[in-house]
């Protein structure tokens, strides 16, 4: 049983700084793509940033250059550091990993297997 664990989140004004970082228990692996969804007061939850095994990342255009994704394989942690927030970024971040064939540590064709975290709330407001 794989178990993903957030934190991290809470209250910053705009343009602060916010780390937010998720342990994940079970088995996770390198073959397991790891990243960070959110999910905006009334919208629905898309992905901000993914991250392989080989360390390729991939950022939705909206924090591409603020936000760094990062992965510590050993201790089966992945890490979003958020500058410049802005209002816009606030929402429920929910940690994710997922993998699928070739089973390697690059991006899977197809997803087979997913776990979600329970979410950490990030608020950007003055």
């Known amino acids: 049983q794989v178990q993903l664990v957030e934190s991290g989140g809470g209250l910053v004004q705009p343009g602060g700084s916010l780390r937010l970082s998720c342990a994940a228990s079970g088995s996770i692996t390198s073959i397991y793509v790891m990243g960070w969804y959110r999910q905006a007061p009334g919208k629905q939850r898309d992905v901000v940033a993914g991250?392989?095994?080989?360390?390729?990342?991939t950022y939705v255009d909206s924090v591409q250059g603020r936000f760094t994704i990062s992965r510590d394989n050993a201790r089966n942690t992945v890490y979003l550091q958020m500058n410049s927030l802005k209002p816009e970024d606030t929402g429920v971040y929910y940690c994710?990993?997922?993998?699928?064939?070739?089973?390697?540590?690059?991006?899977?064709?197809?997803?087979?297997?997913?776990?979600w975290g329970q979410g950490t709330p990030v608020t950007v407001s003055s």
């Open positions: 991250i392989t095994g080989g360390g390729d990342t």
């Open positions: 994710y990993a997922a993998r699928g064939p070739p089973y390697g540590d690059s991006w899977p064709d197809k997803i087979e297997d997913e776990y």
